[in-house]
């Protein structure tokens, strides 16, 4: 038996407890799988096999059937039916395949000395239960005249001749009409957030028409959209039946209730009856349409001037007619989406050929002919990529594009939608005629691709105000929420939204945003080859090698290939004194590179001619200043005389050295901090000290003492115990000591020592 979970406290797959009062408040939690009832228009018999012993019986077996509960309960079905109808349902039942395909069984039964003719229905549940329902055949046999062949053979071909959509949909609802009966039969369409339109309608003439209508998706909760998609068909013949309850309410050898999602008969939440009531409906049947297994409209049938029991075999040519008009339905859908796929990956292949032109900046190359607004219409596009800010078409200002990048970022997703950007950022000032909605591609390095689109108004006709969806009821002392009772048109102007963006649309940006990602890979990984190049290029050789001296250097580049902008030097100025210098220009890649050649080599063409290091730092800001305008660093420059250890020094901005040996701890160099190179009116004091023997230098780059899940201010004291504890090593030992892999900076290492 197909057993639904249920918790000590009643509670169902998490729904609500079986037998609780449901109003609108909770009829979203209402468990309608197991309601414990079914509709009287027939009897349900739930039967074990092999032995076809009745386990439960629908409390109506003795009014249809002529049965007590009492008589047929732990019986076989033979006492309820009699044998010759039993074998019959044996027979079917041993069959292999769907049982659904041998519905339904043409039963005689006699009830009172007359005989009666009876459908029945099989349906296997899991665990040997089969559920066979026994429903009353009023009128002529439908299989017994080629009436609902030929209807439906017609209505086939005059689907299969439908040039468009609304062909389609009206076709269904006049055959379904013809068909069943109905005084009113819709085509109901889903949106993407299952609010329901009626796009088609055949209708009686004196009734009011629903063609055009929107209902809220609160109409038909969730759980009802998902039995839906697996049970097809569902009937109410009678909207005032009272409900026959299942005897016993729950499984004997389980003490779990009957999930009756497969059961024609199955009873219905009382909310959905009191809602098909308020509509004046009498009688209502619905056929699911499906794509691609998914619940996307329904055949809605409504009948006012009393009950109405269409024969099953009519029902199941309506079924069909449905499963017909989905399968069309699908096909124009698949066709219209490959049509449009087509065209779009037609244009993204001009576009992205145009970016992998490595003469042309990518930004540049995104807006060329053709651009990405013929990609994806939009009223202007803001394109944010390698340091270039570009606009085509309509864009509002630079400031509400930043703030959209940075709400597109906050989604977590690769890429941002909105229809209502108003609703997004609601604090941003915002032009709808402009600006309304916007699709966003997160590119690396907060780069990104802004589509937006102007305000689209449009009306939505309602049947009844959708937010004003239930009306308060009093029963007895309580009171509880009722489905609305109002169903007239009401007219609602969608406004400061956009046209909403396609599901191809969305798929083509996407399919855009890999394709950047890749290409913005690819140039960053040229570049980054060209800047590691230049970058070694500009480091010494070799360092001199000085007699009671120890001079040694440590150059890592960051982890992942991320080239940065550090540099050394060290050389020996004509008249023997010793220059070293530690410099870090800020930023990554080819323009790092490109600055700190710059830097480095004007830098020790001023200290090679004599200068001292604070007055070759303050030319080389100025030289900064006026000719490199963006660029910004830091540089600690240092000049020794080798036979008495006095230094002259002077520091831009940079991380002071680090004093070691002689008879003081480790402590920094007596330097005076001055501004970094790129500051305007920069001032660069001079210092001086004695490297005493036995005393050491050490100079570094902030890669060396810089982590994430730490402050500098620690970085610096764990050198300083380094420092402590390695003495004399060379820079390299230091290096390691300091585990420089957990950086995401390059580092380098200076370390000097008079013997």
Not at 344 to 361: F, R, V
Request: contains cysteine; glycine residues 8%.
């Amino acid at each position: 038996m197909a057993i639904s979970r249920q918790d000590a406290d009643g509670t169902v797959d998490g729904l609500l407890p079986v037998g609780t009062p449901i109003d609108l408040d909770n009829c979203a939690r209402e468990p309608i799988h197991i309601p414990g009832s079914i509709q009287p228009r027939g009897v349900l018999v739930v039967v074990q096999e092999p032995e076809f012993e009745i386990r439960q019986v629908s409390a109506n077996v003795a009014e249809l059937l002529g049965h007590s509960v009492e008589e047929v309960l732990g019986r076989h079905l033979s006492v309820l039916i009699g044998p010759a109808e039993a074998d019959r349902i044996t027979q079917a039942a041993s069959a292999f395949g769907d049982l659904r395909q041998r519905n339904p069984l043409e039963l005689e039964l006699s009830i009172g000395g007359q005989i009666r003719a009876f459908d029945a229905l099989l349906h296997r549940e899991p665990g040997g239960v089969l559920l066979v329902e026994l429903e009353i055949a009023y009128g002529e046999r439908p299989f017994s005249f080629p009436n609902t062949y030929q209807a439906v053979r017609n209505s086939v071909e005059e689907l299969n001749r439908a040039a468009t959509t609304t062909e389609l949909y009206d076709t269904t609802a006049r055959a379904v009409r013809d068909l069943l009966g109905f005084d009113r039969v819709m085509v109901y369409r889903y949106d993407q957030d299952y609010n329901g339109e009626v796009v088609a309608e055949c209708k009686r003439d004196d009734l009011n028409s629903f063609l055009g209508l929107h209902f809220p998706a609160s109409d038909i909760p969730a759980q009802a959209r998902a039995m839906y998609e697996q049970n097809w068909l569902r009937l109410i013949s009678d909207v005032g039946y009272t409900p026959a309850p299942l005897v016993p309410s729950t499984d004997p050898a389980t003490g779990s209730p009957l999930d009756l999602t497969h059961a024609s008969l199955r009873s219905v939440s009382p909310i959905h009856i009191e809602y098909l009531q308020n509509m004046g409906v009498r009688a209502s049947m619905s056929i699911s349409l499906l794509r691609h297994g998914r619940l996307w409209g329904l055949i809605a049938c409504h009948h006012y001037a009393g009950p109405h029991l269409p024969p099953y075999g009519a029902r199941a040519a309506a079924e069909f007619l449905g499963s017909t008009l989905s399968l069309r339905l699908v096909d124009r859908f698949d066709d219209d989406q490959l049509r449009e796929r087509l065209a779009a990956q037609s244009m993204l292949a001009h576009i992205t050929a145009a970016t992998i032109n490595d003469s042309e900046p990518v930004a540049a190359a995104l807006l060329g002919t053709p651009s990405v607004l013929d990609l994806l219409p939009a009223a202007g596009v803001a394109v944010d990529i390698g340091g270039e800010y570009r606009t085509q078409g309509t864009v509002p200002p630079a400031e509400v594009v930043a703030a959209v990048a940075t709400w597109a970022r906050a989604t977590g997703e690769e890429t941002g939608t909105t229809e209502c950007l108003s609703r997004e950022l609601p604090t941003l000032e915002l032009d709808p005629q402009d600006t309304a909605g916007a699709l966003a591609l997160n590119l690396p390095d907060d780069q990104y691709v802004i589509w937006f689109r102007q305000e689209a108004l449009r009306s939505v006709d309602w049947g009844g105000d959708p937010h004003n969806k239930a009306i308060a009821v009093q029963e007895g002392d309580e009171i509880r929420l009722s489905p609305r009772k109002s169903f007239e048109r009401w007219r609602e102007v969608v406004d400061q939204c956009c046209e909403p963006w396609g599901p191809i649309q969305i798929e083509s940006a996407e399919m855009l945003r890999g394709h950047l990602v890749e290409e913005l890979y690819r140039r960053t990984r040229s570049a980054l080859r060209v800047a590691d190049i230049v970058q070694r290029s500009l480091l010494p050789e070799s360092i001199p090698t000085i007699s009671n001296w120890d001079l040694s250097t440590d150059y890592r580049p960051a982890v992942g290939g991320r080239v940065g902008g550090d540099w050394y030097d060290a050389f020996v100025l004509p008249d023997g004194r010793l220059t070293v210098v530690l410099g870090d220009v800020a930023g990554h890649g080819l323009a790092a590179a490109g600055a700190m050649a710059q830097l480095r080599n004007a830098l020790r063409s001023l200290l090679f001619t004599g200068a001292t290091p604070a007055d070759a730092l303050s030319q080389l800001n100025a030289f900064s200043r006026h000719l490199m305008a963006r660029a910004f660093a830091t540089a600690v420059a240092v000049r020794i005389d080798l036979d008495s250890g006095r230094t002259e020094a002077a520091s831009a901005g940079h991380l002071m050295p680090y004093l070691t040996g002689g008879r003081t701890p480790v402590t920094a160099a007596p330097i005076r901090l001055s501004p970094p190179i790129g500051v305007k009116g920069g001032s660069y004091a001079h210092s001086e000290f004695v490297l005493e023997r036995g005393q050491g230098l050490v100079m570094f780059s902030d890669g060396l003492v810089e982590r994430r899940d730490g402050t500098i201010d620690d970085g610096l004291e764990r050198l300083a115990r380094v420092l402590d504890r390695a003495g004399d090593s060379a820079a390299q030992q230091i290096s390691s000591a300091m585990r420089p892999e957990d950086t995401d900076d390059d580092v380098t290492v200076i370390t000097l020592r008079r013997r």
